[in-house]
């Protein structure tokens, strides 16, 4: 028995001095030891300004972190670098029981001397990583904000700036003028041409205000519809613009009252703008209907710089516009709100020009779903020597209203689809805001749903606010 625990003892004496190896020179203090004290102090660090600056990022969105939370995170992370510290120099003494009793002048010296080169570059990696990390997750956090904070700032800019001249509220007198023409009431003077200017995408579309034309034509009136490239610059299509009214005016000698649809608003107006020296005794005034003249969310959303995924969706929108539709790319950017603030503000219009301006809002009931709009017509191959045309279809009208839903969920606001109602009241214009619900397309194409006989046309709708407009005029001339 003797025997057999003096054995045992033996083995246990040997498995504790086992394990005091191993706790003293060992595996346990390798784990510690092997890790430099300067990247456990770094990530130490880092790890506290990281938390710090997002609880304060978003704690309250609206609010940059304070200089006093920067500082007290600081802190908070030079107390945690100390208590790193003294843990690892209690470890690193306890790992080396020789050193501690015989080698001490050797420990002073390379305490003396690596020390105080530790103690000298620790602080300025500390400082660097501090800074970059900070920074790269301060650019980050800018970006999300960015990208949700989205157009909520510059959706109705126009009626915030005091530079800008009122607007006056004419929807009562364009629904009784739109009334008496459904009754057979024409009121446009044959004394002057009348030019339609078409927006965005124009040229993919061959009914693009053909039925107003129509109309027009058969009254007896001279109507235009200008052949431009909609997919160009504002600038290149408003000297498009000047060249059409000065010729018109040379070869008629009869002044041209202009009404542009989206884009084509912001074109004519541009046009008047730049050249109002040379055309305005040409011009009688400008209609715009439904057109972005303080700028378009949907662009903005786009193509704005600092958001998440800028860089890509510019390339899809450049090679949609530039390879698909041959268009200039410019012609998108020209309608976000940061060009059109900066264009607005170099060439107002002219405060003489009678101005008309006509915005709607799409309605996103469930049946707008099943809408289909007519666009434009296919010729079939010639059957038996006849030739056949058939319409082309598309949903437009649940394309709009779901855009619509979107900007009134995300934004509070109501729009056409793609315009906010506030962005397309021009200052100092006659503003007109009719009840019935219409979409961005519902004034370029005709609808293959009839609407109901008591509704007006489109091509109403542009007689009414071109009649609204040389009231309008008539009344500036004798003011």
């Keep these: 028995m003797q025997t057999g625990n003096s054995s045992s003892g033996e083995s246990s004496s040997a498995f504790v001095a ?43 969105f609206s609010e940059e972190p304070s200089t ?7 802190a908070h992370a030079q107390d945690f670098v100390s208590l790193l510290s003294g843990q690892r120099g209690s470890l690193a003494s306890s ?60 959706i109705g800019w126009l009626q915030h700036d005091p530079e800008m001249p009122p607007v006056e509220d004419g929807t009562e007198r364009f629904t009784e003028i739109l009334d ?71 070869g008629s000698n009869k002044r041209v009252l202009l009404l542009g649809h989206s884009k084509g608003g912001v074109d004519a107006a ?14 009688a005034g400008l209609a715009l209907a439904q057109s972005p003249y303080g700028g378009s969310p949907i662009a903005s959303d786009l193509l704005r710089e600092g958001q998440l995924g800028d860089v890509n969706i510019r390339k899809l929108m450049e090679i949609i516009f530039c390879k698909v539709l041959k268009g200039d790319f410019q012609s998108l950017e020209d ?25 709607t809002e799409a309605a996103i009931t469930p049946h707008v779903l099943t809408t289909l709009n007519h666009v434009a017509h296919a010729e079939l191959l010639p059957l038996a020597g006849q030739s056949a045309k058939v319409p082309v279809v598309v949903p437009l009208g649940a394309a709009m209203a779901a855009c619509a839903q979107l900007l009134l969920l995300r934004y509070g606001e109501k729009s056409d689809g793609l315009v906010a109602c506030r962005d397309a009241e021009v200052p100092g214009s006659v503003v007109v805001r009719p009840k019935r ?40 001339k004798l003011e």
């Design 270 to 283: 541009a046009a008047l703008s730049l050249y109002w020296s040379d055309l305005k005794d040409k011009v």
């Design 18 to 60: 086992q394990n005091d190896t191993l706790r003293d020179d060992g595996i346990i203090p390798q784990l510690f030891t092997s890790v430099p004290l300067p990247s456990l102090n770094d990530a130490a660090s880092y790890l506290a300004q990281t938390t710090s600056y997002f609880t304060s990022c978003f704690s309250d």
């Design 437 to 476: 619900k219409l979409d961005h397309t519902w004034m370029v194409y005709t609808s293959l749903l009839k609407d109901e006989p008591s509704e007006s046309d489109a091509s109403q709708v542009c007689e009414a606010l071109l009649a609204l407009l040389v009231e309008v005029g008539q009344k500036k």
């Design 180 to 250: 008496e023409i459904r009754h057979g009431v024409h009121r446009l003077p044959n004394s002057i041409v009348y030019l339609l200017v078409p927006g965005l995408f124009s040229n993919h579309g061959a009914l693009y205000f053909v039925n107003a034309k129509m109309s027009f034509s058969k009254m007896g009136l001279t109507c235009h519809i200008a052949k431009i490239h909609s997919e160009a610059s504002v600038e290149k299509n408003a000297r498009e613009i000047k060249e059409y009214i000065e010729e018109i005016y040379w």
């Design 95 to 154: 790992s080396d029981p020789a050193s501690s009793s015989g080698n001490h002048s050797t420990s002073a010296e390379s305490s003396s001397t690596g020390g105080s080169s530790q103690t000298s570059n620790t602080p300025v990696d500390l400082n660097s990583s501090r800074q970059n990390g900070v920074s790269l997750f301060q650019g980050l956090v800018n970006r999300v904000r960015k990208t949700f904070r989205g157009s909520a700032d510059d």
């Design 68 to 74: 006093s939370d920067v500082r007290d995170s600081e």
């Design 335 to 359: 309608l976000t709100y940061e060009k059109r603030r900066e264009f607005l503000k170099k060439n107002p219009l002219p405060r003489e020009l009678p101005v008309v301006s006509l915005h």
